[in-house]
Every structure is written in C-alpha cells, then in structure tokens.
C-alpha cells in the first residue's frame, strides 16, 4: 500500500482549509408560441379533433380557438420549450398531411413581457412544421 505524505504533521498542520462554492443560476428555458393558422379549405371539425388530440384541450377550449383561428387568421395552440413546440408543430403537420388538408401550424419565440392569452398571434417568421426557414 502506497503512503503519501500530507504534510499533517508539518506547516499546514492546524490550518483549515476553505473552499469557494460558485452557485450557477439557472435561467429558464425560452418558451416557443405554437401557432395554428387558418385556411379556407380544412373543416372546422378537424381542426378541434387536432387540438383535442394534439394540444390536449376539451372539445370547448379546442372550438373557442378554432373560431378565434378562423376568425383572426391566426391563434395560439400553446407555449412550450423549444423540443416540445417542435413536435407539436409536426403532429399537427403529419396529421394534416395523412388527412390531405392544408392546416398548419408554426412556432416563434414567445417575448419576454408579452403575455398572450392565445387572442393575438401573428408569424414573425416563425417556423412550420417543414423545419427552419431557409
């Protein structure tokens, strides 16, 4: 068995030792916007059946925002981190596409003071569910 000398007995003997402990804050992550857009061509009923399925909303909160949707152009499905918002914005793509209508949905970052209650949207270059712009 190896021995080391650790100095116990010597200078630093008595000493006590201190040790700097740096705190990292954590910021939290930035939320993205899933947008739904509207379209003159996707039924209303598929439209609450994706944002029944894919948003997780009872038949009432899905059908208020689709006739917000319907009604403004634009509306907000819902805010969530970056991976999340991705994948919601390619369910509603792939559901779309299998269905054969043009529904879409697009996600941009959510500001910092702005407090959204899904009755404002707007794509600000936003990204749809074929991926970032090029």
């Known amino acids: 068995m190896a021995r080391f000398d650790d100095d116990r007995h010597g200078e630093g003997a008595g000493k006590v030792l201190t040790r700097t402990q740096t705190r990292t804050a ?5 939320m993205y916007k899933v947008l739904l857009h509207n379209d003159d061509y996707t039924p209303r009923e598929f439209v609450v059946l ?15 925002l689709m006739l917000h949707v319907h009604n403004h152009g634009v509306g ?3 805010i969530y981190p970056f991976s999340v918002a991705e994948t919601k914005v390619a369910e509603v793509g792939a ?5 054969k209508f043009p529904l879409m949905a697009t996600l941009e970052p959510e500001s910092d003071g ?3 209650d899904g009755e404002q949207g707007g794509n600000d270059g936003g ?3 074929g991926g970032p712009p090029s």
């Open 26 to 30: 954590l910021k939290r992550p930035r």
């Open 114 to 116: 702005d407090e959204d």
């Open 95 to 99: 559901a779309a596409e299998k269905a």
């Open 76 to 78: 907000v499905a819902g």
């Open 50 to 64: 994706v944002l029944q399925h894919v948003f997780v909303m009872s038949e009432a909160e899905a059908s208020r």
């Open 127 to 129: 990204w749809t569910h």
